[in-house]
């Protein structure tokens, strides 16, 4: 018998039972959470319209996540745990190569297809391709079956078997033809039942031998697999309600320099500058439009990762048309902006970002039917919130000021810069408020922790001095700007809303 060191005994017995008593707490927490969610909301299928979506069941889940993360930690092999988070980067590469083929559209768009279908829709190289749709298989990325379609040695062969079948039949049928005219219908009959007889057990052993190729093929044999959506690519889906497709691809771009972050690390310069010769994210993004425009795109899906509605539920004052306008500061192409404004008729708006990006704004919201109505209520402002005046000036008492997913771009003394300037944008201005609505790191046990912690590692790459920020931190920078921070408003999303009042 094998003797098993008593520590690994426990640890794997303690797993074991951890694991099934989590399976049986998630399978008591789900059950209810699904039976709300088919009935009352599309938490699954759209964000935004998932107010009453089960959020409890959502932090939960991520907390067991974690405690399921925590525990592959200390029981599973280091050596082997260590080389899985190494590979972790491939597993990024698979998802970015089925975002960038459009795998999810075309399986959307025609149900589940064999990896040649694919290959042959994408222009791809089906047998690689068949291997990085394997992995994705792997990662709940798409799902793999057999059966569907047969691969095409077995297709040659039924087809053989088809032709032997139909020659045999046709000689049989020329011999029972001439005995049948001396003998008889009854003679023929019987014939016939013989060559029934003969047939059965042939085909019989046909269908044995085809069902073992499929069972020594097993589930990941890429014979004959053909690949459907899942969940979890269905968000890649340009018709998706929370879309996240521009963003993976985003998240793509920056690989390059994140292969850079060793060096940064050991030098202190950013990775990005290092990756693109010296260039700054922005200043790279600004020489080249395409660039450009793919990071914009990225960011109107940041609602896809956090719902607006989060953020109004948890500021009331961003669409109940108490502020007579909101002034979003680095808007992008203002998703958010033109969020908080459809759902009310009264508050103007104003978006303010970089000349390109503000144009570009205008002219897709012109372009945009929807939009029509809510173009009289937003003007449009290109400039830098580090030249000083350039933020739009408060035109009433009691306007918000938003800062949404800016500061964590920047470092803290250029932070500051930017909060000086809406300081003095805001003025004298009275009940004038700023929202920062940004993810906040907190404790290392809540269910967004790691993903902000990434987000973290990602500012910093492409940034350097740039960082996610916890509670104290936004409170320094607030009150080194002239600001003082009044709260924090957990939302049911990634971001927090920090507010804060000029002082
Ligand atoms: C991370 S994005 C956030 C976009 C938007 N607030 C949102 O939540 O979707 C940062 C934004 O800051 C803008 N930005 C960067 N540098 C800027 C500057 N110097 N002046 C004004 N806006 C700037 C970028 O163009 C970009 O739209």
Not at 92 to 110: C, M, S
Not at 153 to 160: C, D, G, I, K
Not at 403 to 432: N, P, Q, Y
């Amino acid at each position: 018998m094998i003797a098993v060191p008593e520590p690994v005994f426990w640890a794997a017995a303690a797993y074991i039972a951890a694991s099934g008593l989590l399976l049986a707490g998630l399978a008591v927490l789900a059950a209810p959470a699904l039976v709300i969610t088919r009935r009352r909301s599309r938490y699954f299928e759209d964000w935004n319209e998932a107010l009453h979506a089960p959020w409890f069941f959502w932090h939960v889940g991520g907390f067991l996540f974690r405690i399921q993360e925590l525990l592959g930690n200390y029981v599973l092999p280091a050596p082997q745990r260590v080389c899985d988070l190494a590979h972790s980067h491939f597993r990024a590469q698979v998802l970015f190569t089925i975002n960038e083929l459009g795998v999810p559209d075309l399986l959307r768009k025609h149900g589940p297809m064999s990896g040649a279908a694919l290959a042959a829709a994408t222009g791809a190289h089906r047998e690689y391709l068949e291997r990085v749709l394997r992995a994705a298989s792997r990662m709940g990325l798409v799902t793999m079956a057999h059966g569907a379609e047969r691969s095409s040695s077995e297709q040659q062969q039924q087809e053989q078997q088809q032709q032997q079948q139909q020659q045999h039949e046709e000689e049989g049928k020329g011999q029972r033809e001439a005995k049948a005219g001396k003998k008889g219908k009854q003679q023929q009959q019987r014939v016939e039942e013989e060559e029934e007889g003969r047939r059965e057990p042939e085909q019989a052993a046909a269908a044995a031998r085809q069902q073992q190729a499929r069972r020594r093929r097993g589930p990941l044999d890429l014979e004959g697999a053909v690949f459907g959506l899942t969940q979890l690519s269905a968000v890649l889906c340009e018709d998706h309600p929370n879309c996240v497709a521009a963003m993976v691809s985003l998240f793509s771009d920056h690989c390059g320099p994140a292969s850079e972050l060793l060096e940064g690390v050991r030098s202190g310069r950013t990775p990005y500058e290092l990756w693109s010769g010296g260039r700054s994210h922005w200043d790279h993004m600004a020489a080249e439009p395409e660039l450009l425009a793919r990071f914009n795109r990225a960011m109107t899906q940041f609602n896809s990762l956090s719902p607006v509605e989060a953020v109004f539920t948890a500021c009331p004052a961003l669409v109940d048309g108490s502020a007579p306008r909101i002034v979003d500061v680095g808007g992008g192409l203002g998703a958010f902006v033109g969020a908080a404004l459809a759902r009310q008729r009264r508050a103007r708006g104003a978006l303010f970002d970089m000349p390109r990006v503000a144009a570009a704004a205008k002219k897709a919201w012109r372009a945009d039917p929807g939009k029509r109505e809510l173009m009289a209520r937003v003007t449009f402002h290109g400039g830098s919130f580090f030249d000083a005046g350039a933020v739009p000036r408060a035109e009433a008492d009691g306007e918000i000021y938003v800062l949404r997913e800016i500061l964590h771009d920047w470092s803290d003394a250029d932070s500051i810069r930017i909060l000086r300037e809406v300081r003095a944008a805001i003025g004298a201005r009275a009940r004038c408020r700023l929202l920062i609505v940004e993810a906040v790191l907190a404790s290392a046990m809540r269910s967004t922790a790691s993903a902000r912690v990434n987000g973290d590692i990602h500012m910093l790459v492409q940034y350097g001095d740039a960082k996610e920020r916890t509670e104290a931190q936004f409170c320094g920078l607030l009150e080194a700007s002239g600001f003082e921070m009044r709260r924090v408003v957990p939302t049911k999303g990634l971001f927090l809303v920090v507010e804060a009042v000029p002082v």
